[in-house]
């Protein structure tokens, strides 16, 4: 796998304009903004056998901020992929570089719903645990182990289930 800047992901695309490229975020906030040419493949929904690219080709792929980009890389080279590029900083970095992109309607970035949930549960824990009966301190507890697990394996079941979810759907 290759690491590519926006900047240089852009150039390489406009002198190559053969190259596909795909954002793996959730339809909502692939819809809320993404770099211009970018076609969405949802990683939690990515089906390997059904890809517009061939594995001998060159594809670039982006996410929010490179954290999922790099998963679906690794997923890509694991299933045969021999040219699969890595945009850094992701659909974040694009913008701020003001390179060419799409505006739609804003959504609620799936790191950030993770953290209003997360934190959601954390609060409702700790109430029931003080007001109901303290076993519900346990919510708390829970949702903290889940938050240290994403935090040391780069994996967080929230997120992948909050992906899921009616609302980030197209």
């Known amino acids: 796998m290759k690491n590519l800047t926006v900047q240089e992901s852009f150039n390489q695309r406009q002198a190559t304009r053969s190259i596909p490229f795909i954002d793996v975020r959730t339809p909502a906030e692939y819809g809320s903004a993404h770099a211009e040419g970018a076609s969405n493949y949802p990683m939690e929904s990515l089906d390997l056998n059904n890809l517009p690219f061939s594995k001998n080709d060159e594809v670039h792929v982006i996410c ?36 060419p992109s799409v505006a739609g309607k804003k959504a609620i970035s799936l790191e950030r719903q993770v ?39 780069d994996t967080c079941g929230m997120g992948m289930l909050i992906a899921r979810m009616p609302w980030n759907r197209a």
């Open 115 to 153: 953290r209003i949930a997360a934190g959601s549960l954390v609060v409702i824990g700790a109430a029931l645990g003080h007001f109901v009966a303290p076993g519900w301190f346990g919510l708390s507890a829970f949702v903290g182990a889940g938050l240290v697990f994403a935090g040391i394996t």
């Open 64 to 99: 929010q901020s490179g954290g999922r980009s790099m998963k679906v890389c690794h997923k890509l080279e694991a299933a045969g992929f021999e040219k699969v590029v890595n945009v850094e900083g992701g659909t974040s970095a694009w913008l701020d570089t003001n390179l």
